[in-house]
């Protein structure tokens, strides 16, 4: 099965996405997810003026010595843009081996272990009113667990907060937007969302929250004691996580659940989070975190450590990436949830896939494969624009993280 054709596919359907499509002598193709968000057209000149030419002419067969030729290969290892690129190959080499045997990819994975993947919705408003009414909206669609995000009062947008009625997306078009952060109305206005929620709509939905990397480790510490009254499911990226010793700090204070990763690339940014115990949830994804090859290695790690999966699915990972998310949640055992945010219209156009949201459940579908297409025509349709995503700084002007 040797691989004859490999080309990347930049177009820009409501959002910019990079798309990698293999063929092989035989005719046929597999898809992977490319896309960074923000540096997209940097993983797109990786593949195809370093990795492609390097490529064509293997055996599409190979899955792992060509992780291995991409990863040890290169002299210069990890890293964003290179692991992504890795990703993308990867993933349509997977793609490629499921429809040669005519099988959906969670049966190539060790087959279903559950019958459907739980998901979570993102709620979000100005004022905790406006994110309960979406709340009580996403209730009503069936979904069994919803992020809370609300405006911070005081700042003019907050992190997570979508544009009236449109599907939220940070980026924006021409030179990173300016975003203010302001730690103790966050710390004071945070509970008070959760413990309005609670007392709406009890118990029975499972609740969860991203911090955004916003707080030191102290911060994180208190605003998961103040958060355990209303039982979350997850604290999402309490601190920036380049330093993994930093989450004992927060560990020793707090029983809320702690998620973190979706912008980690390989096993090595999380080792020390999960044999130290020091998360319960790890978000890396197929398409940051180097494939479904190297996921698998870090799902197995977590799984010694009583660490289950929650992969990141914000609407900047295609439905390329969505779809092999799915297949990978179905069959890993540890899994735990999987973040599900609604593409747009033109990107669903794009994009055709056998995935189904049903009763709070997703399912990759039986299609052999990912299950996940591109429409190049309708693709080229939509030309790439260069985007952003916004810088953050305290009110004195400090700069902090988004
Ligand atoms: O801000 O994917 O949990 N989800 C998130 C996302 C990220 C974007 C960044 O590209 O944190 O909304
Ligand atoms: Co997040």
Redesign the pocket.
Known sequence: MKITDAKVIVCGPGRNFVTLKVTTEEGLYGLGDATL??RELSVASYLKDHLIPCLIGRDARNIEDTWQYFYKGAYWRRGPVTMTAIAAIDTALWDILGKSVNRPLYQLLGGASREGVLCYGHASGETAEETLAALGDYLKQGYKAV?LQSGVPGLPKT??VGRGKDH?E??EKGLPPEATWNTEAYLRSAPELFKKAREKYGWDVHLLH?V?HRLTPIEAARLGKDLEPYRLFWM??PVPAELQEGFRLIRRHTTTPIAVG?VFNTIFDCQQLIQEQLIDYI?STVVHAGGITHLRKIASLAEMYHVRTGC?G????SPVAMGAALHFGLSVHNFGIQ?Y?RHSKETEKVFPHAYSFKDGYLHPGEKPGLGVDLDEALAAKYPYERAY?PVNRKLDGTLHSW
Do not use: Q
Request: glycine share 10%.
């Open positions: 968000n923000g992020r992190y997570g939220y940070p980026a991203d955004h999402e990226d979706e978000r990141h914000a609407t900047d990972l973040e945010m995503l």
